[in-house]
């Protein structure tokens, strides 16, 4: 079953503050985030296990609650090279694949 | 450079006419997977396959077939494809296909079925 991102999309100005809700209704064991560009593939941004770790690079990060089986990606002072489709990974096994959500469209304006 | 490559970029084809894309990685990967992406409902895995000879099905396995004779191809064969399957293809590889690994993504192959 796939997770369920929210928002579907969002529009911010450049500097401005985003996050990205990922939740399961399975146990999850990983959490990863991939941003996608129109038209492009998806681009790896960070794995999360369980453990409730957080993750970040640059002004990215994201947190990974296992007990509410949700991860948040959480980007801040938004760039204009933020824009694009951010889909979350989930998988609740140590082996196998992801399932993907839906995606939440970010799009960042001047 | 490591990179899983798909091929065609594009494709037009009509209801019936069997064909295959392909997809090659250079990495070594045991693990690849074939996803669909169509508006509003994300990446969808297809197949995937752990390694060599082993493939299992994903979520939307109908209407598709594939192989992993070698290590490094996996391609997606449409024996007889329909409208429905008018759709973004992405291929991806993992090291061991565990969930702690990144996938690495081909860049795409849109196929359009008339």
């Known amino acids: 079953q796939q997770p369920v991102q929210s928002p579907q999309a969002v529009i911010l100005r450049e500097g401005e503050d985003a996050v990205i809700n990922c939740s399961s209704s399975?146990?999850?064991?990983?959490v990863h985030w991939y941003r996608q560009k129109h038209g492009e593939a998806p681009v790896f941004l960070m794995i999360l296990l369980k453990g409730g770790e957080q993750k970040g690079h640059d002004k990215i990060s994201a947190s990974f609650n296992e007990k509410k089986q949700q991860s948040s990606l959480y980007l801040t002072a938004s760039q204009l090279s933020y824009s694009g489709t951010y889909f979350c990974g989930s998988s609740d096994t140590g082996r196998r694949a992801l399932t993907f959500g839906s995606g939440t469209r970010l799009q960042v304006q001047p | 450079e490591a990179q899983v490559t798909q091929n065609p970029r594009y494709l037009i084809t009509v209801t019936g006419k069997k064909l295959t894309v392909t997809c090659s990685q250079n990495?070594?990967?045991?693990?690849m997977s074939w996803y669909r992406q169509d508006p509003g409902l994300g990446l969808r895995q297809i197949y995937y396959?752990?390694?060599?000879?082993?493939?299992d099905k994903g979520d939307v396995p109908e209407g598709y077939k594939v192989s992993r004779k070698e290590k490094r191809n996996f391609p997606l064969i449409l024996e007889s494809p329909s409208p429905n399957q008018t759709s973004l293809y992405f291929c991806a590889s993992s090291s061991k296909g565990t969930s702690n690994e990144k996938l690495f993504f081909g860049s795409g192959t849109q196929l359009s079925v008339l």
């Open positions: 396959s752990m390694n060599v000879e082993v493939t």
């Open positions: 990495m070594n990967h045991e693990y």
């Open positions: 399975k146990a999850l064991y990983s």
